[in-house]
């Protein structure tokens, strides 16, 4: 091939990337390989915390049921996940396992293309700026973090993107109005505290442009409808507004320290970029706003907090993503020298992100938090000692006592379901939260007249009453004193 046919050829493909279409392919492969490595590196089990814990038992549990039952059981829970999953196992037969290993990365592909189509359509930017943007956000630890697991977020901010981009765009008045709806209905549908981000985005704008101000709330009376009922079913809604007093809990100081942990691991180093890129935007700054309300409304008021700090700081990455393409662009880092500045800053977010996506590095546990994975390469319990929590589920298979409970904390909770062959069967599985104490639930246990109560856990874990039946290397299984029944 001439030197002159290899020249035509780059320059084609390097037109391609310069178009919408062909950038917004690239970054939905490279979301797809970014996420993929963590699935690839770990040959059976998919990733993630809530992956195994709660969207595997649950796609386990589709055998047999129709569609209508799925949306009814899961509707106050975001739907949408749960039905896309029951077509694509449906249609697909694939099990569990795989599918979640395949939803994950493609998900997250799907992010990437819908912020970088808001990035140029929706807001408006070039597209060196929108590809620069969208680049950052892609490799940010706590991007990468939101797509290990929470697959409904995922799937709710794709959605987000999509009607805020329409928003924006110059559509015909009534056609563009209801597809924000529509946008909004689905963005509820995947994941609700989403959706609500979604209506502070539309009405926020709506307000700052002084105009559609009565339109805007009419779109989206279908999604706010939607995200009422989907409250109501389980007597969530009024509580989703309000926080317990912390104080009572010993937890408020933990959660402030917490918040604050979550805060500098994730922004740390975008976080001058982002000062310097502030932008006064009446959507932008809407959803900053809230997202700011809800991170920290509790350290202010802990007794009328918005609940759900961690998940709103989570997704201050986005609108931070946009400041801080507009802090390279007034740092000049675009032209001349400075060029090969932007080049390096990239360079260095693309490496912490390999990193945390393939667990070969990390900065994360450097400051313990609650909500942030040190790496990709993690789920709810260590690689190591999936065979030991089997083995002890296998025991009690074999000898737990017809009509008794079995307690465990969270992060066991979707392994006892899968493996557990008893599970909710004769003997009923109480879950607690994680971290938590198994005392937290064990009048609820004794309240069923339950003939037993056993308790799974790691080995060191004591408490008052239980006592060691059996142990599988570093996990063991206790009984709880004499029970009256």
């Given at each position: ?11 084609s ?7 919408d279409?062909g950038?917004s ?9 970014l ?16 992956t195994i814990?709660?969207?595997a ?5 589709f ?9 009814v059981e ?29 939803v994950?990365?493609?998900?997250y ?37 939101e ?10 901010l ?12 110059r ?14 209905v689905?963005a509820?549908?995947?994941r ?21 101000m009565?339109?805007?709330?009419v779109?989206?009376?279908p ?13 969530q809604f ?10 009572v809990s010993g937890?408020?100081?933990?959660m402030?320290?917490?918040a ?7 922004y ?8 310097r ?8 700054g ?6 700011f309300l809800g ?8 007794w ?10 989570m ?26 500045g ?12 390999a ?11 450097l ?14 319990i260590?690689w ?6 089997r083995?002890?589920?296998k ?25 557990f ?10 879950p607690?939260?994680a971290?938590?104490?198994?005392f ?19 080995s ?11 142990s ?14």
């Amino acid at each position: 091939m001439s030197r002159l046919e290899t020249s035509g050829r780059l320059g084609s493909v390097l037109g391609l990337l310069r178009g919408d279409v062909g950038s917004s392919l690239l970054f939905f492969v490279l979301g797809l390989v970014l996420r993929g490595v963590p699935e690839v590196l770990v040959s059976v089990y998919p990733v993630g915390y809530e992956t195994i814990t709660y969207y595997a038992p649950a796609i386990v549990a589709f055998s047999g049921r129709g569609l209508g039952e799925v949306f009814v059981e899961f509707f106050g829970a975001g739907p949408l996940f749960y039905v896309l999953m029951w077509l694509a196992s449906a249609v697909s037969g694939a099990d569990a396992f795989v599918l979640l290993k395949v939803v994950g990365p493609v998900l997250y592909g799907l992010l990437a293309v819908a912020f970088f189509v808001f990035l140029r359509r929706g807001l408006g930017f070039e597209w060196r700026l929108a590809f620069v943007g969208c680049l950052v956000l892609v490799f940010q630890p706590v991007a990468l973090r939101e797509s290990w697991d929470r697959f409904r977020t995922v799937l709710g901010l794709v959605f987000l993107f999509f009607g805020l981009t329409v928003l924006k765009s110059r559509l015909g008045f009534r056609f563009k109005w209801v597809l924000v709806g529509v946008f909004g209905v689905l963005a509820v549908l995947s994941r609700e505290y989403v959706g609500f981000v979604l209506f502070v985005a539309v009405l926020g704008y709506a307000v700052w442009e002084r105009r559609d101000m009565l339109v805007s709330a009419v779109a989206l009376v279908p999604a706010v409808l939607v995200f009422v009922a989907m409250f109501r079913p389980v007597g969530q809604f009024w509580d989703y507004f309000s926080v317990g007093n912390p104080f009572v809990s010993g937890s408020y100081f933990w959660m402030v320290q917490d918040a604050f942990s979550i805060f500098l691991v994730c922004y740390v180093p975008l976080l001058f970029f982002v000062v310097r890129g502030f932008w006064r935007d009446g959507l932008v700054g809407s959803v900053v706003g809230w997202l700011f309300l809800g991170s920290f409304s509790f350290v202010v008021s802990p007794w009328f907090a918005v609940p759900g700090y961690q998940r709103w700081l989570m997704l201050l990455v986005f609108p931070f993503s946009v400041y801080a393409v507009l802090g390279f662009e007034r740092l000049r880092l675009f032209s001349g020298r400075r060029l090969w500045g932007l080049v390096s800053v990239l360079l260095v977010f693309m490496v912490i992100g390999a990193g945390y996506s393939s667990g070969g590095f990390s900065y994360v546990g450097l400051l313990p938090n609650g909500y942030v994975a040190v790496d990709l390469v993690e789920s709810s319990i260590p690689w190591g000692r999936v065979d030991d929590v089997r083995a002890v589920l296998k025991w009690l298979d074999q000898n737990a006592v017809s009509g008794s409970a079995v307690l465990v904390e969270e992060r066991f909770y979707g392994w006892t379901l899968l493996y557990f062959e008893r599970a909710d069967v004769d003997v009923r599985v109480v879950p607690f939260g994680a971290g938590g104490s198994p005392f937290s639930v064990l009048e609820a246990a004794l309240d069923g007249n339950v003939g037993r109560v056993y308790w799974v856990s790691f080995s060191g874990s004591d408490a008052d009453g239980f006592s060691v039946v059996f142990s599988w290397n570093d996990v063991t299984v206790s009984e709880y004193g004499l029970v009256a029944g």
